[in-house]
């Protein structure tokens, strides 16, 4: 025991002395440098001290450990709304497409639409013109009734004469105030000159009418209103008639010599317009101005007058 605690003993005085030595040594001995005196103190540090020193460093590695959590966690989160912003993005795109196949849908059935509302405008207005053209004909055939109408009632009017002419007068002439007279109503005998008229009037043996009375003349407006033609102009409705003033100006005499003593003229006529020399008349309304003068060389229909046949 003496000799253990001797030798403890001495083993404690000899590290102690050691270590005065070390330290003698060591600032005896500027070569050791201050690093290998830290190891040196380091290592003597006391157990208290290195658990300290750990918990520490655990403690930092700790709060590094949340702080990478966390910014896991913020990565996580932000690449999550990247992705639902892609789907968004994505969805929009889709969305977008969707539309864009309705609109060009939409724009094709316009343009369809537009094709067809043309085409419905064009049949439209090819239906217009045909139901203009259908007025037209109609008021055309309207027009022809009335004519045929007209022509009915003149031809009605006209019987008792022509069928008393058939006694007195040549085939085609009307008796009428005790005189047989040939109107050129039809449209087949073709509009002469005062001379070409009077002319066939002489080669069947009359001559232009004279109208030197108040009865004859009624009834030969009479006569010529009912035929009259209401489409053809008033200027080409006329008939020459057996009166002239081409030896004097303005003295009007029948063709037989005889002086004008009453005449149905028209409002301002006669008035010599562009040498007018030959009278005609015409059929209006108001019998007493239905006289016009006219050039003699114009086309006109005519009033031809003759003796009746003498009958038994």
């Not at 040594?25 to 001290?49: F, G, I, N, T, W």
């Not at 094709?115 to 055939?141: G, V």
Request: net charge negative.
């Amino acid at each position: 025991m003496e000799d253990a605690e001797s030798s403890g003993g001495t083993f404690d005085g000899a590290y102690n002395k050691l270590i005065s030595q070390e330290d003698f040594s060591a600032d005896d001995h500027p070569l050791y440098s201050s690093q290998e005196k830290q190891q040196v103190s380091m290592s003597m540090v006391r157990p208290e001290s290195r658990l300290d020193h750990y918990k520490r460093l655990t403690v930092g590695l700790a709060v590094l450990a949340v702080i990478l959590l966390a910014v896991d966690i913020g990565l996580g989160v932000y690449y999550r709304k990247l992705t639902d912003a892609d789907r968004t993005v994505m969805d929009i795109s889709g969305e977008v497409s969707k539309l864009q196949a309705t609109y060009n849908t939409a724009i094709q059935r316009r343009d369809e639409a537009k094709k067809q509302l043309a085409q419905e405008i064009s049949e439209q207005q090819l239906t217009k013109w045909e139901l203009e053209h259908e007025k037209r004909r109609t008021k055309d055939y309207e027009k022809q009734t009335d004519k045929i109408r007209m022509d009915i009632a003149a031809l009605k009017s006209h019987m008792p004469m022509i069928k008393e002419g058939c006694r007195h007068c040549l085939p085609g002439w009307t008796f009428m105030n005790s005189l047989c007279y040939y109107f050129a109503f039809s449209e087949a005998i073709s509009r002469r000159s005062w001379l070409e008229a009077r002319q066939f009037c002489t080669r069947r043996g009359g001559d232009l009418a004279v109208v030197d009375s108040r009865e004859k003349h009624l009834a030969i407006s009479e006569l010529i209103n009912n035929y009259q033609d209401p489409s053809r102009a008033i200027g080409h409705s006329g008939f020459w008639i057996g009166l002239r003033d081409v030896e004097d100006e303005g003295i009007w005499k029948w063709r037989d010599g005889t002086r004008l003593s009453e005449g149905y003229w028209n409002d301002g006529e006669p008035n010599n317009s562009g040498n007018e020399d030959c009278a005609a008349t015409y059929p209006r309304s108001n019998p007493f101005k239905s006289w016009n003068d006219a050039p003699c060389s114009h086309d006109l229909k005519w009033i031809c007058e003759m003796a009746p046949r003498l009958t038994n």
